[in-house]
DNA sequence: CACAAAGTGACAGTGACTGTCACGTTCGAC
DNA sequence: GTCGAACGTGACAGTCACTGTCACTTTGTG
């Protein structure tokens, strides 16, 4: 529906997107996020702030952007998933792929600035909480959906898809944080995994024997 | 530390920001919340924007103040917990203190309209997460704290307490937006307790038999 | 080449939020 | 009771994210 092949126009357009973000991401690590101005930008890339504003609709955006296509690729692939495999296996592979791609391998260190500029700050921190929930919010309508399609409709107040995604991605989201607790060292799926362990382990008599 | 007995001033001071808050929350409700100013509210109060300021940091302060008195709560509930006691049990008190005043009695009509408010609204949805955030990282912080206390310190990276945090307080979240969908109709308690079911349902084979 | 669509700069405007200052009120010491 | 300090407020000016508009240029297309 949008995927058409790129076309010089829509190449300039990304160029000059990807340009924007390049030097604002900069210029956020350097100065930080809100002692940097649209203007900042603007002059750095040589354009007026409004035209920078017509490539991204808020600041935020210039840093979180990326993930509006992270969320359509997530739904991709799980809509890739065969019929009639169940809620938590489809939501694994889709976290799966999340996980991937939070950790490009060779990109560690620029993830650990992204990442450790976004959790400090809390603009950013509250509208990457937002892309989050956007996710779960999808992933949730589509698993309502697919109940329904596989004639087992659930009840429109049924918590159990909700509460099956928050607590992936509240996983999700720990394991970030302790990955940067950790300094973005070692891969982030070891650090994920562990935090998945957390959530399968049995409930009710928590304190399983933690690795030491 | 920030309890002391009302004195005149401080009194004056919470009646001024709960008439601002009570004036607010109606124009928000009836306008929407973007399309109503700050100079509307200030207007209405009899006051100038500038003194709105001065008892709300922000517009969504003015909905979601309330929650930082709720965060304090939060924390005296964990800290009132017998010592020992396992960070799962600790937790599922502390929600449940949460889960009591997210449905006062007597007044569901009124958290259902402001329910809907915030939900519906993108800036106080985004607002609303932070907090549970906000809340989520002082309880972590609390049992990291707790376990050093306790003589069995927790690594730094250890993702357990923040994902059994963040699992509850998803579940928690996935619970009210059940809530809205069935129209906010019945006790809170109940809609929370089958979210909470799920959570506890053995992993690995989801699908246990719903309620129909 | 012509023409419409798309990109841009310049300008003005809104609204959230901040700093500052002068003025009036109030609280506590005496 | 009174007086000075602390506090609350209105008025005003300023910053910055963001939006609407318009005239102008650039560019893809027939």
Redesign the interface.
Known sequence: MAEKEPGLRERTRRAVKAEIAAVAKRLFVERGFEATTIDDIAAVVGMSQRSVFRYFATKEEIVLGGYDAVLADLLAELSARPAGE???ASLRSVLAFLVKISDPPGHRDVIASALRLVFET?LL???Y??KL?KMQDAIVAVLFERARAEGRP???????P???V??E???F???Q???L??GVKGPFAG?HA??VA???A??????VA?P?
Chains 1, 2 share one sequence.
């Open positions: 169940d809620d938590l809390p921190y509250a509208a909480l937002e929930q659930r009840a429109v107040d049924d918590p159990e909700r509460v099956l928050a607590a991605f509240g996983a989201l720990a394991a944080h302790s990955w607790a950790l650090v562990r935090a957390v959530l399968d049995p409930r009710g008599q928590a304190e933690g030491k």
